[in-house]
């Protein structure tokens, strides 16, 4: 299975501040069809989880441009910038090139 | 809109067969397919399976042997179905639609596995 590492585990910012999520894949998430599978989802507190940005980089619907993704190949970020407080929550990175699909481990945001 | 809304059990017991449904709105069974994600109490996410527009699936092998997907189309439901079930199994179990990436979620069903 493809491992997927989240980093850092868990962030406190403030108000207007950016940051910045990293998730490194085990293997390359490009796909026989040119694509890369690397999505990013956001579970608020007590929610199911949302979708933020799906193949690396393309906001998902409603998604503010805050929210922007980078990467390739095994290597990827997810970035918020001027953090609101409805950010707060758990994000994941998961991964949809191979099967079984994988999620990283989560990234806790707390606002200061 | 899409929508997505899980039921089922609420509680089950150790070796018995868990059954949830996932009944959806907004779109075609028969065009996007339908993940199972689940989340254990304070833990992460763990996909289960997907049964795509074609009605072909694909399943996590930890989870092959246990599990089985299958949808009605004509009452825009899919099905989860898994035996055997342990307390490990405890979870919240989600349905998601697959169009570029889970992209709607049910709110979830909380399944609780005792003995």
């Known amino acids: 299975d493809v491992v997927m590492t989240q980093t850092p585990p868990s962030l406190s910012v403030a108000i207007g501040q950016s940051v910045s999520i990293s998730c490194k894949s085990s293997q390359s998430l490009v796909y026989s069809d040119g694509k890369t599978y690397l999505h990013w989802l956001l579970q608020s507190p007590g929610q199911s989880p949302k979708l933020l940005i799906y193949?690396?980089?393309n906001l998902g619907s409603g998604v503010p441009d805050r929210f922007s993704g980078t990467g390739s190949q095994k290597d990827f970020t997810l970035k918020i910038s001027r953090v609101e407080a409805e950010d707060l929550g758990v994000y994941y990175c998961v991964q949809a090139t191979h099967f079984p699909l994988t999620f990283g481990s989560g990234t806790k945001l707390e606002i200061k | 809109q899409v929508q997505m809304k899980e039921t089922g059990p609420g509680l089950v017991q150790t070796t018995q067969t868990l059954s949830v449904t996932c009944t959806v709105s907004g779109f075609s069974l028969t065009s996007y397919g339908v993940h199972w994600v689940r989340q254990a109490p304070g833990k992460g996410l763990e996909w289960m399976g997907i049964?795509?527009?074609?009605?072909?699936?694909n399943y996590n092998s930890a989870l092959k042997s246990r599990l089985s997907i299958s949808r009605d189309t004509s009452k825009s439901q899919v099905f989860l179905t898994m035996n055997s079930l342990q307390t490990d199994d405890t979870a919240v179990y989600y349905c998601?639609?697959?169009?570029?990436?889970?992209?709607?979620w049910g709110q979830g069903v909380m399944v609780t596995v005792s003995s």
């Open positions: 049964i795509w527009g074609d009605g072909s699936t």
């Open positions: 998601a639609e697959e169009t570029e990436g889970l992209d709607y």
């Open positions: 193949q690396v980089s």
